[in-house]
C-alpha cells in the first residue's frame, strides 16, 4: 500500500547511503511511479517482473519500454514464485533477459533449486542450467546482477547457511568463468535472496562471493 511504501522511502532517505553500496527496491508494478517520485535518483527502483515485448495483446503484462517510461531503471526477472506459481520456463525467462537488456533496463536474474532438488544433490546442475539461459541472452554483463534464491529459503524462514550461500557462489563464478569470460565471473554481482533479514545480512554479505 502507498502506507506502507512511505514508511520504507521515509527510512531509506533519512540518512545518506554509504558508498560505493548501491540500493535498488523492487515495489509491485501498480506503485513503481509512485516510488520513483518519491526517492531520490540514487536509489535505484526496479520492476518484479516484466514481459519480452514492447506492446501488443498481452493483458496484464508490463514491457521493459513501459518500466523506463515511468523512470524506472532495473527489473526482476526469472524469481522463483515466477517460474514456480506462474509456470515460467527457463526458455521464456531468458527471452525476457534478452528483451530488457536491449530496451535498456538492467537485470536481476533470479535463479534457484527446490528442496527436492538440494535433497537430491541437485542444486550445481539446476543453477548451472537456469544460468546458462540467461547467458545466452546477455552482450552487455555491467546490466545484470545474478540473484541466487534457492526456494526452500524464499518466505520460508529458511536461510542457506552463509557456509551453503557461498559454496554456490563460487560455483557460479566458476561457471561464468568457463562458459562467459574471467572478466565477467570476477566482476558480475552475485547476491543471495532467501529470508535475509538485519540479523543475518552481513554475515551472509562477508563470503567471498556473495
Same mark, same amino acid.
Request: aromatic share 6%.
Given at each position: 500500500?502507498?502506507?506502507? $511504501?512511505?514508511? +520504507?522511502?521515509?527510512? &531509506?532517505? *533519512? ?6 553500496? !548501491? #540500493? /535498488? ?82 537485470? $536481476?536474474?533470479? +535463479?534457484?533449486?527446490? &528442496?527436492? *532438488? ?6 550445481? !546442475? #539446476? /543453477? ?83
Amino acid at each position: 500500500s502507498k502506507e506502507t $511504501i512511505d514508511g +520504507i522511502t521515509g527510512f &531509506l532517505t *533519512e540518512e545518506p547511503l554509504p558508498s560505493p553500496i !548501491e #540500493v /535498488v527496491v523492487s515495489p509491485p508494478a501498480l506503485y513503481v511511479a509512485y516510488v520513483r517520485e518519491k526517492l531520490p535518483k540514487t536509489i535505484g527502483v526496479a520492476a518484479q517482473n516484466c514481459y519480452k515485448e514492447e506492446k501488443g495483446a498481452f493483458t496484464g503484462e508490463i514491457s521493459p519500454e513501459m518500466i523506463k517510461d515511468v523512470g524506472a531503471d532495473w527489473v526482476i526477472i526469472g524469481h522463483s514464485e515466477r517460474r514456480h506459481k506462474f509456470g515460467e520456463t527457463d526458455e521464456l525467462i531468458g527471452e525476457k533477459v534478452s528483451h530488457a537488456l536491449k530496451a535498456g533496463v538492467k537485470v $536481476i536474474a533470479c +535463479i534457484g533449486e527446490l &528442496l527436492s *532438488e538440494r535433497e537430491a544433490g541437485k542444486t550445481a !546442475e #539446476v /543453477v548451472f542450467r537456469q544460468t546458462k539461459f540467461i547467458a545466452d541472452n546477455v552482450t552487455n554483463w555491467d546490466n545484470v546482477v545474478i540473484a541466487y534464491e534457492p526456494v526452500w529459503a524464499i518466505g520460508t524462514g529458511k536461510t542457506a547457511s552463509p557456509n551453503q550461500a557461498q559454496e554456490v557462489h563460487c560455483q557460479l563464478r566458476d561457471w561464468l568463468q568457463k562458459n562467459v569470460s574471467a572478466h565477467v565471473a570476477a566482476n558480475t554481482r552475485i547476491i543471495y535472496g532467501g529470508s535475509v533479514n538485519a540479523g543475518n545480512a552481513a554475515e551472509l554479505s562477508l563470503q567471498a562471493d556473495v
